[in-house]
């Protein structure tokens, strides 16, 4: 399906009627927990401004229903199988009160700023299939602006009728006939707020998601997706070519500190480059493994010992 060039929000300003900042913007939330009662309060709390909130859970064993349901969510219960899935089962089972909805992991925040650009752009009904929407990534107290690759646009925005999803590497691909535009203003993104630890255990299994659909996808790609004014495209196909190159977790260190300044960041972004590196050699790791035919990397099978063991020798003698 195709998706064409986008719009931006201020195409949407000129002829429309006024809205009160007291008057609610209609676009439904739904937000994907799991184990997330560090996160999920605050996360609903930031869209306030907006007066459908649902969480989607897929098995918390922690306080994160309990703390939804008292910050004022409804709560919806779904088995994770994957993003997209999730994302589908979502648009076509949960009764949102409104056409629109907005797609939130509940470590990521709306803004002032933002809500104010979705009340200007929801001043009429857009005729777009939905938007992308920047995130800035928040590490240390700080913005990463530079090692995190900032503009990097998600889809989150969207009509329920002219949306669907796809599953690709660990997240997903948007499938839609219509348009797609464009919002500057970013919602906040606490990738670490849950520690290390968790960021590094959730990038093991992504890795695995990741080489497989580097294997799916191959490394054949059009030139003039390189050249594309279509920045996500630009960024997809550099990504496909990735994987051809040796030394690819070194590059990436290059790229986030040299080349996109993040060395300007101090030790938030020098700690980023870090786990990016080894992010991006789990994945090299398991693309080589998977490319030589080697299946079931995860696990490993000893060699059978066809030495007799001391105790088989005491035994018969």
């Known amino acids: 399906m195709g998706v064409s060039k986008s719009r931006m929000v201020a195409d949407h300003a000129s ?29 609903i709390h930031s869209c306030e401004a907006l007066d459908d909130v649902h969480v989607l859970d897929s098995g918390s064993t922690d306080r994160t229903r309990e703390l939804a349901e008292s910050a004022g969510a409804s709560i919806w219960n779904h088995p994770f199988e994957s993003f997209g899935a999730q994302r589908n089962w979502a648009i076509d089972n949960i009764p ?125 790609i059009r030139i003039s997706d390189l050249f594309s004014g279509d920045r996500i495209r630009r960024r997809r196909a550099m990504k496909r070519i990735s994987f051809r190159l040796p030394m690819r977790d070194k590059l990436r260190v290059i790229q986030l500190l040299i080349i996109q300044r993040g060395l300007l960041e101090g030790r938030a972004g020098l700690m980023y480059a870090r786990l990016i590196a080894i992010y991006e050699r789990m994945i090299n790791v398991k693309y080589r493994l998977l490319r030589r035919g080697t299946s079931a990397f995860e696990t490993d099978v000893m060699p059978r010992s066809t030495a007799t063991s001391d105790d088989d020798t005491a035994s018969s003698s």
């Open 15 to 43: 002829d429309s009627t006024s809205m009160t900042e007291s008057s609610s913007i209609p676009i439904s939330v739904v937000i994907l927990t799991l184990n997330e009662e560090i996160n999920v309060a605050d996360c």
């Open 96 to 220: 949102v009160r409104h056409d629109w909805i907005l797609h939130l992991d509940a470590d990521e925040r709306l803004t002032p700023e933002l809500v104010a650009a979705l009340r200007t752009l929801f001043q009429r009904d857009p005729p777009e299939a939905g938007f992308y929407l920047p995130n800035k990534l928040m590490l240390m107290g700080r913005w990463l602006k530079r090692c995190g690759s900032y503009p990097a646009y998600q889809m989150r925005l969207f009509h329920k009728g002219r949306m669907r999803f796809q599953d690709h590497g660990h997240g997903q691909r948007e499938l839609t006939d219509g348009e797609i535009g464009t919002i500057d203003e970013p919602y906040l993104h606490y990738a670490f707020s849950k520690g290390v630890s968790d960021w590094l255990g959730k990038h093991n299994r992504y890795s695995t998601e990741e080489a497989h659909q580097a294997i799916n996808d191959g490394t054949e």
